[in-house]
């Protein structure tokens, strides 16, 4: 089953614990991205990947980082988070694209983190 | 930048029909999407529509475009309580090389029995 799984689900930390999020896909996509979600703001992009090795800064990507070691995995590492990283997390994965070609973006089930 | 908008909340009672608004601000872009995020679950795409088309039908779903005035509507006739959801309309230009997407803030439909 095409999928993209994003682990923990669920998450509470302390300010300052440095912690992961793994997104994995299994669709050998080669477009991968992260996003937030908070009430009223919708969706903001953190980071994306256009392929193993390269990654680039979104919307929002301070306090954050990621890597892209592999295709199918981009992980969103979060060195000292903050409070004000509480927030629903979504990974998306979607083929590269020429010119003219649609793509859809597959999301994740998403990770609620809490800082405290 | 690119920027889209929509309203936050729409309640309708069962069996009416639905109308979720956007606006877009990219003339660039190539396609406009609509996804539907159920309560604690990610995103799926429900429907498209591609720049160079003013309607889109799919079942009980109908996008309208207007390019001049970058709106872009979504109708839900006979609107059930399992369409309940929150609704994104994303907008992707058409840069090529790769796909930048931009999400609107999201339509909270509630539908009332």
């Known amino acids: 089953e095409a999928q993209v799984t994003q682990n923990p689900r669920y998450l509470i930390t302390v300010t300052g614990k440095k912690l992961t999020v793994t997104c994995s896909q299994n669709?050998?996509?080669?477009?991968m991205s992260w996003y937030r979600q908070d009430p009223g703001l919708g969706l903001r992009q953190i980071y994306y990947s256009m392929n193993v090795e390269v990654t680039d800064k979104g919307d929002v990507p301070e306090g954050y980082k990621v890597s892209r070691k592999e295709k199918r995995n981009f992980p969103l590492i979060l060195e000292s988070p903050s409070p004000n990283q509480t927030s629903l997390y979504f990974c998306a994965s979607s083929l590269y694209r020429d010119r003219g070609r649609r793509t859809e973006a597959f999301f994740g089930q998403g990770t609620r983190l809490t800082v405290v | 930048g690119e920027d889209v908008e929509q309203s936050l909340f729409l309640s309708v009672r069962e069996g009416d029909s639905s109308v979720i608004n956007c606006t877009y601000t990219d003339s660039s872009s190539t396609y406009l999407y609509w996804y539907k995020q159920e309560p604690g679950a990610g995103l799926q795409l429900l429907t498209y529509?591609?720049?160079?088309?003013d309607m889109k039908q799919d079942q009980r779903l109908t996008v309208l475009l207007n390019k001049k005035d970058k709106h872009l509507s979504l109708r839900i006739a006979d609107t059930q309580t399992g369409d309940s959801a929150i609704y994104f309309c994303a907008e992707s230009p058409n840069s090529g090389g790769y796909q930048k997407v931009t999400f609107g803030t999201g339509t909270k439909l509630q539908v009332i029995p």
């Open positions: 669709m050998n996509h080669e477009y």
């Open positions: 529509i591609f720049s160079n088309m």
